[in-house]
C-alpha cells in the first residue's frame, strides 16, 4: 500500500521510508536522520497510517472520531501549516478519514475549545501547546488512544529547555499510555547516538529502538561572492551592503531565492538595501523574522509557495523544514558561525528529493572568506558539531510540577518516579526533590513570610494541587522556556499591527523619530502601556531596531576550520578561490606580523597615541575570547597593576592600556596556562553579577515573577529589579536554593562555556608563540580595534573615523 502511494506521486520511496514502515509495524522507537527536502515527513506519517491501517484491516475507510492517534511536535509555529496540509494530503489518499489540525499559540480560542470536545487524530503543535494542553482539567482523557508522537527537528530542540520540555512531555505521556511509539527526526549532528538517548530517556536502556539513516548524499555547491578588490584593513559589518550589486543578478538569475542572514537588524537593513538599489523589487521581494506579526509571516509563506516572491530576506525562522519547492538558490550573509547551520540553510533550495542545493556566501569583510573556504572543507567531510543536553534544570521542572498542580494535582512519589525516567532528570536526588516540592508549597527557607509564593496545596490525600483560580491563570499564561526582552507591539494609529520589538530599543526612541521595521520607515507618535504607536514615514533615514541575544557564536569546529585554512595559506596550497583572493592582504600580514600556523598562536605588541595595545589570535570565537580576555587581563595585572580596554571578534582579542604591557613576562609566567582557571576566573570576572543576570529567565521560567496580562506586560527594568531582589534575597539568606545553584551553574557550562574554555587554553598552552611587534595596526588586528570603537561612536562617525585610519594604513603599506 506504502509503496502503491509513492507511486502515485510519480516518487519511488527512499530507502528509510520504507525502513521506518518495517521499524513502526515492529513498534520500535526511533530516530530518523534525513537531509532537508527528502520527504522525511512523509518518511514518518505513512508508517504510522499504515500501522492504522494494518490495526482496523475491515473498516479503516468508515472509521471516524477515533480520538488522538499522533502528535507532531515542531519547534518553530512556522512549519505548523506545511506539515498540517502534507499529513491531511497523505489521509486523503490513503482513504485514511482521519482529520489532522494545528494546535499553537495562533490558533483561536474558538478551535481549541472544539479540539478539547473533540480530538483530531492527528495534532501539530509546539512543546509549549502541549504543556498548556497537560494544565487542562482532565487532560489524560485526550491522550488515552496516543499510539506515537513524533518530534521534528529534534536536532533543534535538544541542548535547549524546550527540548527538556519535550522529554518531559513524553515521560508524561508515556505515563498516562505506557505503549506510546517515540520518533525524532533530525538533521545530522556530531552526537547522534546521544540525541537518540536524550530523546527515548530511559527506554533508550531496553534496546528496542532503531536509528535510521537516510543514505542520501546531498550535493551542496557552495559559490562565494567574491568583491571586486580586497580591502587590506578590513572590518565588520562595512563590505556587506556593499556588495548588493553582486546580490542583485544572483536574486535576477534564478526563479526564487532565500537571503539569510545572521540578525533581525541586519535583515531590515538587507531588505531596505536591495530596494533602494533596486526599487522596482517592490511587490516581488518579501521580509520574515519573529518579529513580524504571524499574519505577515504566513503571507510570504503562501507567496513562497505560489511562486509570486523573487527572494525573501529571512533569519533563522525560515532555517528549518517548510518546503519551499520554488526556492532554486540561498544567499548567506556572513559567516554562519556553524557548519551544521550552513547545511540546512543550504538545504533550503533544491527543497525535493534529488534535488541538488545551491548557496552563495556574500562576506561582511574580507577575512570572512576564511570562513567561506572553511566551509566549503567541512560541509565535504561532514565535520559537524555536537549538541550538547542540558541535565537538571530545576527551573522547568519546577514549572512543570505547577502544571501538574493546576490541573488535577499530582502525587509526588509517582511524579517522581516518571521525571527520573528522562535523560534530563535520571540523576535528580530524592533530596532534590524534596526541595522543589516544599519551594512550590511554602516558598522555601527565605519566601514563606509571603503568600504569593506559596502556590500550590497539599491535600489530605497527598495530593499537590494549585486551588487559586488566579495562580492557575498566571501559570498558564506563563507556561513556556523562552524568556527574551519585554516585547512591545507596533501598531498604526489608524489601526492595524505590524508585529513586535523590544522594549531596550523602542525606550531610546522619542515622539517623531523615526524608525525601520518590516520594512517600512515608521515614524514614532506615542508610547501607551506597551503599544507602540506610528504612522508611515518618507524619511529614507532611521534606526534599525536591535535584538537581544541574536548574535550567533562560532562552533568550536568551525574555530579548527579556519586555523586549517590559514595553514593552507602557509602550506602554498591555493586550491581554493578564497585564498586566492586573500593574497594581497595575507602578504601583508606577513609582511608587516607574521599568520599563525596551526600549531600557533600570534600576538601583536603594538604602542599608538591611544595607548598600549596587545592582541592575541586563538581563534576561538567571540564567547571564548570574551572569557579569555579578561582572564588574561587579570594574570597581567598580577605582574604590574594596570587598567584595560578590552575588545574582541571571533579571531582574536585586543587589550589597551595606557601603560606597557609586560607581555614578555606575563609569557614567562605562562599567562595561558589551564591551571587555576577557577580561582582566576572568579577573579577576573564578576560571576555573580553574570549569574544574577542569567537568574531572570530562571525566576521567570520558575513562576517567581509573572510578566503580565496579554497587552499588560511587566516592563524590562521593573522585572529585572524583581528578579535582582530575589537573587540577593537567596544569596544571602537561603545560600542552598536549588534555582540560585542553578544560575551559576549556567553561568560556567554555557554562558562562560567552561568546558571549551578549558579546551581553548590547553591548545593555547601547548602552541608555540610567535611574538611581534608591527610598527603600525595590522590587516588582523583591525577588525578587532574597529569593534572597540564602535562601542562609542556613532555609526556615521566610526565610518569616517575607519576611512581616515585606512587610508594612513594604505600609504604606510603602498
Known sequence: MALDWYHGRNWDPFPFQLDTIKEILSHKHGLLNAPTGSGKTYGLWIPILIKWISQNPSNYKEREKNGLQAIWITPLRALSKDIRQACQDACTELEVPWKVEIRTGDTTSSQKARQKRQMPEGLVTTPESLHVLFSNKGHKKYFENLQVIVIDEWHELLGTKRGVQVELAIAHLKKINPKLLVWGISATIGNMNQALEVLLGNAFKDGKHSFIKAEINKRIEVESVLPDSIEKFPWSGHLGINMVDKVLPIIHRFQTTLIFTNTRAQCELWYQTL??????????????????DAELRSWVEDALHNEQLKAVVCTSSLDLGVDFRPVEAVIQIGGPKGIARFVQRAGRSGHQPGASSKIHFVPTHSLELIEAAALRE??????????????NPFDVLIQYLINLAVADGFKATEVYQTVIQTFAYQYLSEEEFSWMLDFITTGGDSLKAYDEYKKVEIEEDGTYKVHSKKIALQHRLSIGTIVGDVNMTVKYVSGGRIGTVEETFISQLNPGDVFWFAGRSLELVRIRN????????KSKKGKVPRWMGSRMLLSSQMSQSLKQKLQDYLDRDFSTVELQKLVPLFELQQKWSSIPGINECLIESIESREGYHLFVYPFEGRVVHQI???LVAWRLTLIRPMSFSIAMNDYGFELLSDVPIPIDEGLERNIFSPEALDEDLQRAINESEMASRRFREIATI?????????GKQMKSRHLQASTSLLFKVFKEYDPSNLLLRQAYDEVINYQLDMERLVIAMERLNGRDVIMERPHAFTPFCFPIMVDRLRERLSTEKLIDR???MQVQLERRAG
Open 275 to 292: 530596494l533602494a538599489a533596486e526599487p522596482d523589487l517592490a511587490g516581488t521581494i518579501a521580509m520574515h523574522h519573529g518579529s513580524i
Open 378 to 391: 567541512a560541509v565535504k567531510s561532514q565535520k559537524l558539531e555536537d549538541r550538547k543536553p542540558i541535565v
Open 530 to 537: 506597551l503599544e507602540v504607536q506610528v504612522k508611515r514615514s
Open 628 to 630: 579569555m580576555s579578561a
Open 702 to 710: 520558575a513562576g517567581l515573577v509573572f510578566q503580565g496580562y496579554p
Open 802 to 804: 575607519v576611512a581616515k
